[in-house]
């Protein structure tokens, strides 16, 4: 039942319903990636083939740096659960993600991190996706989808 100070809610696109699962599976992998990085380290890093210049690169990394990656992740794993219940929050979540991975871009190749090893390729993938994500949540929100 909407009331005059509540609009309809529009229905949700079958594309909004794959982007929404794409999403929720990418950023649980990142999720999952961030914690192992954390719990596991060195044997995590190792196990996923990077070599020892690159594990000392991320062993660099100020606790500023860390939350900068933690607010790229966990920002996107909020957004897409956020997309999931259809909330227009899930924009200000993704901005921050956006933000976060954009943060986290710069420093890489700030500090020395195509010499580590690091390429641009995945970095880049990362923003890109999450500005997609912010346009995607914001134009869902203004078309009615989220609310």
């Known amino acids: 039942m909407t009331?005059?100070?509540?609009?309809?809610?529009?229905?949700?696109?079958?594309?909004f319903w794959l982007v929404t699962a794409i999403s929720v599976f990418w950023n649980a992998f990142g999720a999952y990636d961030y914690t192992m990085s954390h719990l596991q380290g060195d044997a995590y890093y190792k196990a996923g083939g990077m070599s020892e210049t690159q594990i000392a690169f991320m062993h660099s990394y100020p606790v500023w740096m860390h939350a900068v990656w933690a607010f790229g992740v966990w920002g996107s794993v909020v957004g897409s659960v956020l997309l999931l219940l259809r909330s227009r929050w899930a924009f200000h979540a993704f901005v921050v993600s956006a933000l976060g991975a954009a943060g986290a871009l710069i420093y890489t190749f700030v500090n020395n991190g195509p010499a580590a090893g690091f390429g641009p390729v995945m970095p880049l993938v990362i923003v890109a996706v999450c500005v997609f994500l912010v346009w995607f949540s914001q134009t869902m929100t203004s078309r009615g989808v989220l609310r």
């Open 3 to 15: 009331t005059a100070d509540t609009p309809a809610r529009a229905g949700a696109p079958w594309h």
